[in-house]
């Protein structure tokens, strides 16, 4: 049997054995917690980036032509829920029928009535109502050529001598209404020059090269209209409230901008090179008074806190910075998303609701519904997006030492009349030019050009359209001095101002822009009032400015 000392040094043996054990697994689990500390922030920022990465245009400032390449996935409707609604009109709405033209644009009338006979035989009595039915055909051939003959004279030495006719100096081979349409189909119908040269010589049986109708475009029209594009340049910083927006391009690889500055009743475009606050400051001045709705963008907040603009901030990019949140890898971002998206759901009901409460009832729901708001948005959970989306909405220094509210460029839309809490007018504006973005908008060499005639066109004037703003805009900058051919202007007057039917010896340039704007259908169609120069100053200016 073993003494006691050798049992004792054999259970010393086995301690120590066991302690080394203990330390070395000690150890072996700090190495694999530090590896699963490392590896558990690699998973966070991987699942952030996918998040990233799976943006669209319902997390994210992303365009929604970007779904195309990854759509979102299909809801599967629940069985037996709702029937998808049959083409055509729907049950309970009312039935929309198109109007016939007004009786000046009708060119011939043919009356049908029953017989006589058939009258006494039915014994009916005629009335002086008529059911209308009316056919629209085009012409045989839409357009009016002039040649102009100028006869050839020789001199004794032999040398050939023409009339001199100033008239026909300077003049473009097309007159005003081509012209016109020639720029309609550049920037509202969106055509390349190759698809306008094939309609001329296909429609209008008249050929024309690519190179003169961009001669055209970048020259005469953009020319035509610069008058009236400066006027609404001007016109910027007395409107009650703007919109800001733009959108990038490149020109031989050099990124440029179409910024888009819209009002109530109309939308101006100008390319700069920059996306700096000085393009605002340009377009809209420092000491503006109105409200301006913004993208919270760096240059537009740094152009509303130096210059104290009152600024509205967009809501639907603000709501896709939440939705993306709500996908945030971090369970407790997740939960504050949700929180906010919920309040932001009640307050925007109470703000749709606002023509059933009175006027106090309205402003005290609207102060509960931004304060209940605030108070979970300043309170963010422990991740950087979260930080970043509390800022907005904080109290800051200014440079004169001054405290600044910033949430307040979020709630002017509860209590300013006339302020929308999206920007979604400007953005609906910007596509004219997304769409040419490459086409068409920097084809003038970044002079502007494009810009200012794409602005007026695009706008549209009532009673007058875009197409008859841009006629009569060309009609007298360039075809002043001679009468033009206007078999149509009795029957329409906005068609040819002149004193007699048969010629235009004096047009007159829409320039000034008013009346309110209407929504037809899912486009802007903007309706404007025209105040009316004359010929005779516009081309005095634009000859001699």
Not at 81 to 99: D, S, T
Not at 165 to 182: D, K, S
Not at 362 to 372: A, E, G, I
């Amino acid at each position: 049997m073993a003494s006691k000392d050798d049992i004792i040094a054999e259970l010393r043996g086995i301690v120590d054995a066991q302690a080394k054990q203990i330390a070395a697994q000690a150890k072996q689990i700090a190495a694999q917690a530090k590896r699963i500390d490392t590896l558990t922030k690699r998973i966070t920022e991987l699942e952030l980036k996918l998040a990233k990465a799976q943006k669209d245009s319902s997390n994210s400032s992303k365009s929604p032509s970007s779904d195309i390449v990854k759509p979102p996935p299909k809801k599967q409707s629940a069985a037996g829920k709702g029937k998808k609604a049959k083409r055509g009109g729907q049950k309970g709405h009312k039935r929309k029928l198109r109007e016939p033209l007004p009786p000046e644009r009708v060119d011939q009338q043919i009356t049908y009535e029953i017989n006589d006979a058939e009258v006494r035989e039915l014994d009916l009595t005629p009335t002086d109502q008529f059911e209308i039915v009316q056919h629209v055909e085009l012409m045989d051939m839409p357009i009016h050529v002039t040649e102009h003959r100028l006869r050839k004279y020789l001199d004794r030495d032999g040398e050939m001598i023409l009339p001199h006719v100033p008239e026909l100096e300077g003049r473009p081979i097309f007159g005003p209404r081509l012209l016109a349409m020639i720029g309609w189909l550049k920037s509202r119908a969106h055509c390349s020059y190759s698809t306008i040269a094939t309609w001329m010589d296909d429609v209008l049986q008249v050929p024309v090269s690519r190179g003169y109708l961009a001669k055209l475009c970048n020259g005469i029209i953009s020319a035509s209209l610069a008058a009236a594009h400066e006027q609404l340049k001007q016109a910027i910083p007395r409107q009650p409230h703007l919109g800001s927006d733009e959108s990038s391009l490149k020109n031989n690889g050099k990124k440029h901008w179409i910024w888009c500055i819209t009002a109530p009743l109309f939308t101006l475009f100008h390319v700069a090179s920059t996306r700096s606050r000085s393009v605002l400051e340009e377009l809209i001045g420092t000491d503006y008074e109105g409200a301006v709705h913004f993208d919270y963008f760096s240059a537009n907040c740094s152009f509303a806190w130096n210059f104290d603009i009152r600024a509205q901030y967009c809501w639907a990019h603000l709501i896709r910075d939440i939705r993306f949140l709500e996908k945030h890898p971090h369970k407790k971002t997740k939960a504050w998303a949700e929180q906010l998206l919920d309040r932001s759901r009640r307050m925007f009901s109470a703000w749709h609701r606002r023509d059933e409460m009175t006027d106090a009832g309205f402003y005290s729901s609207m102060v509960t519904h931004r304060d209940r708001f605030l108070e979970i948005v300043l309170k963010p959970p422990n991740s950087n997006e979260a930080s970043n989306l509390t800022s907005r909405f904080q109290t800051i220094e200014v440079a004169d030492g001054s405290q600044y509210d910033m949430s307040q460029d979020y709630f002017r839309f509860m209590f300013e009349p006339g302020i929308e809490p999206t920007n979604n007018h400007s953005e609906q504006q910007v596509r004219h030019c997304v769409i040419d973005r490459r086409p068409f908008y920097l084809e003038t060499g970044l002079r502007g050009r494009a810009a200012k005639w794409a602005s007026v066109i695009t706008n549209g004037c009532g009673p007058q359209s875009p197409l008859a703003a841009s006629r009569d805009a060309a009609s007298s900058t360039f075809f002043t001095n001679r009468s033009l051919p206007c078999s149509q202007a009795a029957r329409h007057p906005g068609c040819c101002r002149s004193e007699r039917n048969s010629g235009c010896s004096t047009l007159l340039l829409p320039i000034a822009l008013g009346s309110p704007w209407k929504m037809r259908g899912r486009g802007l169609r903007l309706r404007v009032r025209l105040r009316l120069v004359s010929s005779e100053e516009i081309v005095g200016e634009f000859l001699h400015g």
